[in-house]
C-alpha cells in the first residue's frame, strides 16, 4: 500500500487517457468528433483517434453517421442497480406479444452503426418463425431491426439533400 503523501506508482497511460475520453464524451450529449475529443482532452488526434476506435469496438462509445461520438450502451450495462434495463422491461412484454400474435418478436437496439438483436421472444405454437438469435448484428441501414431503430430515431437528412425537400 502507497502512503497517500507519495505518487501512485505503475499504472495505465492507455487506461487513464480512454477514461478521460468517456468523461470528456459524457459533458456532450450532442457528441464530438475525433478533432473536437482531442482538443478537449489534449491528446494528439491520432492518440485520441485510435482511444475512439477501440471505445466504439467494446461499445463504451457510440458513433453516429457524421462522425460524433457519445458515451455507449457498454456504460449503462455498468451501472448496474441504477434501474431495470430496457432489455428487462422488454422481455415480458415481447413474451406476451408472441402469444398473442403466434409469431417471433424481437427487440433490436442501435449499438454504434449497428442493429443488435438483444431480445428474443418465440411463438408457443408453429407460429411464423424469424430466426433471430441474440447478439445477431446487421448493418443499421440494412434489414427491417435497423430501419425500424432508424426510423424511431432523430430525423436525419440524406445524403445531398438540401434544406426544404421532402
Known sequence: MTPSNEPEGGGSQTLERGLAILIELSRHSEGLNTSQVAAATGFHRSIAHRLLVSLHRTGFAARDDDGRYVVGPTVAGLLGDAGPSLRTIAEPVLQRLAQKLDATASLVEAIGT???????????????????????????????GGLACLAAGPARLRAGARTGDP
Do not use: M
Not at 114 to 135: H, I, M, S
Open 114 to 144: 449497428a442493429a443488435v438483436t438483444t431480445v428474443v421472444a418465440e411463438p408457443p405454437t408453429d407460429g411464423p418463425l424469424f430466426w433471430y438469435r441474440r447478439g445477431s448484428r446487421d448493418p443499421l441501414d440494412h434489414g427491417s
